[in-house]
């Protein structure tokens, strides 16, 4: 099994910086990727970044390339989503999610393992 928390979500005003925060426990093999993924009201759930967590590989969503990095801090099995010069249209719940394996890493069926969710509301 394995656990994930996610933190450090808010209101923010356009163009500044948050960083979000995904605990994770359990086995760690199954946590061979991690993904961070969002939902807006009314929209489906989108890929935003994902990591593999042996080797640092990384993907990004088109929508956020170049303002949001993903992280990973293996000896406290934290993975970290720092978002900078945020926008109205990232306003949303994030999630991080687990998966052992994944052939497209930002679509989120693969992803067996997911966090409650923590709000991001950016105001224009």
């Known amino acids: 099994q394995v656990h994930l928390v996610e933190s450090g979500g808010g209101s923010v005003q356009a163009g500044v910086s948050l960083r979000l925060s995904c605990a994770a426990s359990?086995?760690?093999?199954?946590?061979?990727?991690m993904g961070w993924f969002r939902q807006a009201p009314g929209k489906e759930r989108e890929g935003v970044a994902s990591?593999?967590?042996?080797?640092?590989?990384?993907d990004y969503a088109d929508s956020v390339k170049g303002r949001f990095t993903i992280s990973k801090d293996n000896t406290k099995n934290t993975v970290y989503l720092q978002m900078n010069s945020l926008k109205h249209k990232d306003t949303a719940v994030y999630y991080c999610?687990?998966?052992?394996?994944?052939?497209?890493?930002?679509?989120?069926?693969?992803?067996?393992?997911w966090g409650q969710g923590t709000e991001v509301t950016v105001s224009a």
């Open positions: 359990g086995y760690t093999y199954r946590r061979n990727y």
């Open positions: 999610a687990a998966a052992l394996s994944v052939i497209i890493p930002l679509q989120h069926a693969p992803y067996t393992y």
């Open positions: 990591i593999k967590t042996s080797s640092g590989m990384v």
